[in-house]
């Protein structure tokens, strides 16, 4: 009795679990469909499930990545509007399948409060991005310098309206399963708003930090799967029984050089290379700059165990291309981690896919659960090794001082640089 009952379980099932289901009536897995058009279906008629599939996703995968060159195209506003598009889609496609596997039980306010939650945090997030790229814009007018004084406020006053909320929507008997939704709506929170709000930090810094990580991360998706379809023998994790150890290297190293190329390519173009500013004369975005180092020309020495082999003794690189792999290595090696997260988070409600958005893909977050811990990284390794004091924004502070607080600060300034020998 006790290994059937083990086995009838999902995995990594615990008793409590099976028992807490059999008083929620148990999850019913979300159903998925062949969502694949109708004319693909047509063409591809004549060919195995198996390559079929593979055209299915070549053609969508490269409808996909044109659509990422128009928006690239259109700008940084129009990137920064769809990476808010992505993130709604995303949190609507995991709340949804909470609410689909407890559907029988209609709990009050439950979709209400998880909108509501979403809408809280990002006025936040989005609150402390606009007072700290736009601080003049909002210094200059009334209504936006009050909202951003007592913006965390507002935000906690928000936060706690919600929270107050879900206390009164308890229901006798239902309290377990609320809890646990309210836990599964923060969680969501935590994976889906932070990581984008991280996305938008991380295309301030100059869109080649959110273009190449991105695209990393996509050629490691396309290479990996490429290498297993073809060679694929060893299987690498349980998780994903589709995943094999020669598409995990073949993908790592093809990533890498394809990481090295392409920052090559973009650095010598100040639009890619200039951090997204807000001019304050035009009212508008500016990526104008003389390029950082990081972003010009320069010459290395070549080790003298592969001067034999290349025949030259220096080449001449970016300092971003010795950057580009080290993101490219984490895309490849640390990246595929969110997909497999993301592989046993289906397998615990036996689910194929977030949703049938894609055809042969999945829905949106089956696109970007590597993304978003991409996108951490990034912005971690941004702030540990690139990221310096910005003067124009402590410029734009400093005047927003009462004029005596101006003269405090530059007398201080004098002298400190008289000290030191400057002055």
Same mark, same amino acid.
């Given at each position: 009795?006790?290994?059937?009952? &083990?086995? *009838?379980?999902?995995?990594?099932?615990?008793?409590?679990?099976?028992? &807490?289901?059999?008083?929620?009536?148990?999850? @019913?897995?979300?159903?998925?469909?062949?969502?694949?058009?109708?004319?693909? *279906?047509?063409?591809?008629?004549?060919?195995?499930?198996?390559?079929?599939?593979? %055209? =299915?996703? +070549?053609?969508?995968?490269?409808?996909?990545?044109?659509?990422?060159?128009?928006?690239?195209?259109?700008?940084?506003?129009?990137?920064?509007?769809?990476?808010?598009?992505?993130?709604?889609?995303?949190?609507?496609?995991?709340?949804?399948?909470?609410?689909? $596997?407890?559907?029988?039980?209609?709990?009050?306010?439950?979709?209400?409060?998880?909108?509501?939650?979403?809408?809280? =945090?990002?006025?936040?997030?989005?609150?402390?991005?606009?007072?700290?790229?736009?601080?003049?814009?909002?210094?200059?007018?009334?209504?936006?310098?009050?909202?951003?004084?007592?913006?965390?406020?507002? &935000?906690?006053?928000?936060?706690?309206? +919600?929270?107050?909320?879900? $206390?009164?929507?308890?229901?006798?008997?239902?309290?377990?399963?609320?809890?646990?939704?309210? +836990?599964?709506?923060?969680?969501?929170?935590?994976?889906?708003?932070?990581?984008?709000?991280?996305?938008?930090?991380?295309?301030?810094?100059?869109?080649?930090?959110?273009?190449?990580?991105?695209?990393?991360?996509?050629?490691?998706?396309?290479?990996?799967?490429?290498?297993?379809?073809?060679?694929?023998?060893?299987?690498?994790?349980?998780?994903?029984?589709?995943?094999?150890?020669?598409?995990?290297?073949?993908?790592?190293?093809?990533?890498?050089?394809?990481? %090295?190329?392409?920052?090559?390519?973009?650095?010598?173009?100040?639009?890619?290379?200039?951090?997204?500013?807000? *001019?304050?004369?035009?009212?508008?975005?500016?990526?104008?700059?003389?390029?950082?180092?990081?972003?010009?020309?320069?010459?290395?020495?070549?080790?003298?165990?592969?001067?034999?082999?290349?025949?030259?003794?220096?080449?001449?690189?970016?300092?971003?291309?010795?950057?580009?792999?080290?993101?490219?290595?984490?895309?490849?090696?640390?990246?595929?981690? +969110?997909?497999?997260?993301?592989?046993?988070?289906?397998?615990?409600?036996?689910?194929?896919?977030?949703?049938?958005?894609?055809?042969?893909?999945?829905?949106?977050?089956?696109?970007?659960?590597?993304?978003?811990?991409?996108?951490?990284?990034?912005?971690?390794?941004?702030? @540990?090794?690139?990221?310096?004091? *910005?003067? &124009?924004?402590?410029?734009?502070?400093?005047?927003?001082?009462?004029?005596?607080?101006?003269?405090?600060?530059?007398?201080?300034?004098?002298?400190?640089?008289?000290?030191?020998?400057?002055?």
């Amino acid at each position: 009795l006790q290994e059937s009952e &083990s086995e *009838n379980r999902l995995d990594g099932e615990t008793a409590s679990d099976s028992e &807490s289901k059999s008083e929620l009536g148990g999850p @019913s897995a979300v159903p998925t469909s062949d969502d694949t058009p109708e004319v693909l *279906n047509r063409a591809l008629s004549n060919l195995s499930s198996r390559w079929k599939n593979w %055209w =299915v996703r +070549g053609i969508l995968t490269l409808a996909m990545i044109t659509f990422f060159f128009i928006i690239i195209y259109l700008g940084p506003m129009v990137l920064m509007t769809i990476v808010m598009c992505v993130q709604i889609k995303c949190f609507h496609e995991i709340i949804t399948i909470g609410y689909n $596997v407890y559907h029988s039980y209609d709990l009050p306010w439950f979709r209400t409060l998880s909108w509501y939650f979403l809408l809280c =945090v990002n006025y936040f997030f989005y609150g402390e991005t606009v007072t700290d790229y736009f601080f003049t814009l909002v210094q200059r007018e009334e209504p936006l310098r009050i909202l951003s004084k007592y913006h965390r406020f507002i &935000s906690f006053a928000l936060y706690l309206t +919600g929270f107050c909320m879900f $206390v009164l929507s308890l229901v006798k008997k239902h309290y377990r399963l609320q809890f646990y939704m309210f +836990g599964w709506t923060h969680v969501t929170l935590l994976i889906v708003v932070t990581q984008s709000h991280l996305i938008i930090h991380n295309l301030f810094e100059g869109m080649i930090w959110f273009i190449v990580p991105i695209s990393c991360v996509i050629c490691n998706d396309i290479m990996a799967y490429m290498f297993g379809f073809f060679f694929g023998r060893t299987p690498l994790i349980k998780l994903s029984p589709k995943k094999t150890w020669e598409g995990f290297i073949g993908g790592f190293f093809s990533t890498v050089l394809f990481g %090295w190329l392409l920052s090559y390519v973009m650095s010598g173009y100040r639009c890619f290379t200039c951090p997204v500013e807000f *001019n304050n004369d035009t009212n508008s975005f500016t990526v104008d700059c003389e390029p950082s180092e990081l972003f010009q020309l320069q010459e290395y020495n070549i080790p003298l165990v592969l001067q034999s082999v290349v025949g030259w003794k220096t080449v001449r690189m970016y300092p971003f291309q010795i950057h580009s792999i080290a993101l490219s290595t984490f895309a490849s090696l640390i990246g595929p981690f +969110g997909g497999f997260f993301a592989s046993g988070f289906k397998r615990a409600f036996k689910i194929k896919d977030f949703a049938n958005t894609i055809p042969g893909h999945g829905g949106i977050m089956d696109r970007f659960d590597c993304q978003y811990l991409m996108a951490t990284f990034v912005n971690v390794y941004i702030a @540990s090794f690139i990221r310096g004091p *910005n003067p &124009s924004k402590l410029i734009q502070q400093f005047l927003t001082l009462r004029p005596d607080q101006q003269l405090h600060i530059f007398n201080t300034l004098k002298a400190h640089l008289v000290d030191r020998g400057i002055l």
